[in-house]
Structures are given as C-alpha cells and as structure tokens.
C-alpha cells in the first residue's frame, strides 16, 4: 500500500479514512472503529495526514505523530465535505 496522503474524519465511534497515493489516486476506503484506528497508522508508512481540528483531533495528532505520520489540522471552514 504505498499512501501519502490520508484524510481522516473522526466521530465518536466510527472514523472514516481516505488516502491517496502520489498520484492522487484513492488507494484506500475505510471505516475504522475507535480502537482499530492506531493499529491501522502502526502498520502503514509514515504519511501525511490531514484532520479538522476538534476536541478530540489533539488527543489523535499526538497518537499518530508518536507513530511517525505527520499530521496537519484544519480550521474546520476548511474542510469540504462530499
């Protein structure tokens, strides 16, 4: 799975992921509960990864930088939504 970017919109109890390669192709689609979230960063590269900044967006910016990712936090006027 080579991902470089990942879009995350977190919620209480299901948190849907989208990433995309370098080309910008979505090579990944998934529905994650809350404790799956950490083992799924673990076993991926070190990528991008892109968040609306919430209350609980801090608690998971720090997970997955502990991790190696990088993680960027949006204003949430920033973030579209489909």
Do not use: Y
Not at 4 to 9: A, K, L, N, S
Not at 23 to 51: H, S, T, W, Y
Request: with cysteine; glycine share 8%.
């Amino acid at each position: 799975m080579n991902v470089t970017t990942c879009g995350i919109d977190l919620a209480k109890n299901l948190f849907q992921v989208h990433g995309v390669n370098s080309r910008g192709k979505a090579v990944v689609k998934k529905q994650l509960r809350r404790d799956q979230v950490a083992e799924f960063f673990a076993n991926m590269p070190p990528c991008l990864i892109g968040m609306e900044a919430c209350s609980g967006a801090h608690h998971w910016a720090r997970q997955l930088t502990a991790l190696g990712h990088t993680v960027k936090l949006m204003a949430p006027k920033f973030v579209k939504t489909t």
